[in-house]
């Protein structure tokens, strides 16, 4: 009889060499086929995420130039430049006389253009109020100074009435002579009507309120500034020019002070020849 330590060890030699056997059967495993999920994925292998795929690439291979977006942008702001240059000249515009009056307008003011001018509101020496349509049908010779100009204002103002004998003796043109004071709160009716009649009585001066005065200096670009004050008294700086308007109320020339009164008649008369040619074609 076997004892047990000899069953063991037989038992333990048996199992040994059933280990060192070749299995006698072994799973067989098969290649993994392709398979395409038709659900979606991250990592774009499925064909509905091509066309996706390949419109991003196409964008981000051929971006847009920067000009795309500059050439609009720039339109823009041009458009907005010009509409606004367009109404700031047609609100500065003179408007055209209705009624009765329009008879002694030419013709060729029967539309209106941007120009140097404005409407305004001011008082002649007699405490008339005079506005711009007075100043219609007739040409004008403007000028704006001040009574106290201890220089320059007295010449250019006695050029003007020189400007006017000439005109009507030699050409046989008459033209409205117009001084407005840029200086209202020393300039009164009274005082400019004193001083122009040392000159000429013909030439109309005309005064305001500072705010009415500041602005038709405005409307004409006309520079003035008070300097040298000592109290109440003051000098005013200012630009010395000479504006003739045509009967439509358009500046045709502008006259510094370096014209003398023949050079300045005849280059008036120059204008008034040519305007009356062109409208009478």
């Known amino acids: ?38 659900g979606y994925s991250n990592g774009g292998s499925s064909k509905y995420d091509r066309p996706m795929i390949q419109f991003s690439e196409k ?51 029967t539309t209106n253009r941007p120009a140097i001018g404005g409407p305004f509101k001011l008082y002649d020496t007699e405490n008339n109020v005079v506005t711009e349509s007075k100043l219609r049908g007739n040409w004008t010779l403007m000028y704006f100074g001040y009574t106290s ?14 400007v006017i004998k000439l005109l009507e ?8 002579p117009l001084f407005i004071t840029i200086d209202p709160q020393r300039d009164s009716p009274a005082q400019l009507k004193a001083y122009l009649s040392e000159f000429d009585p013909r030439i109309v001066g005309l005064t305001g309120s500072i705010s009415a ?23 005013v700086e200012s630009s010395h020019n000479m504006y003739l308007l045509d ?13 003398e009164a023949s050079d300045l008649a005849e280059a008036i008369t120059t204008e008034i020849q040519k305007a009356s040619a062109s409208s009478t074609n």
């Not at 003796?169 to 409205?176: C, F, N, S, T, V």
């Not at 009967?247 to 014209?259: I, K």
Request: charged share 25%.
């Open 1 to 38: 009889m076997l004892t047990p330590r000899v069953l063991k060890l037989s038992l333990l030699r048996r199992l040994r060499s059933a280990a060192e056997l070749p299995p006698l059967w072994r799973p067989r495993v098969f290649p993994m086929r392709n398979h395409h999920s038709r």
């Open 59 to 109: 964008n981000e291979s051929n971006p847009q130039p920067l000009i795309y977006y500059i050439a609009p942008s720039a339109l823009l702001v041009f458009a907005g430049l010009a509409a606004f240059v367009h109404y700031n000249d047609e609100r500065r515009a003179v408007p055209l006389a209705k009624g009765a009056g329009q008879t002694s307008v030419p013709k060729r003011c």
């Open 149 to 162: 100009c201890p220089d320059v204002g007295p010449d250019e103002v006695q050029k003007m009435a020189d």
């Open 169 to 176: 003796l030699k050409y046989d043109i008459k033209i409205a």
């Open 213 to 235: 005065v500041r602005q038709i200096a405005q409307e004409y670009r006309v520079f003035f500034k008070r300097v040298e004050e000592v109290g109440q008294d003051y000098l």
């Open 247 to 259: 009967p439509c109320l358009d500046t045709v020339r502008c006259f510094g002070a370096e014209y």
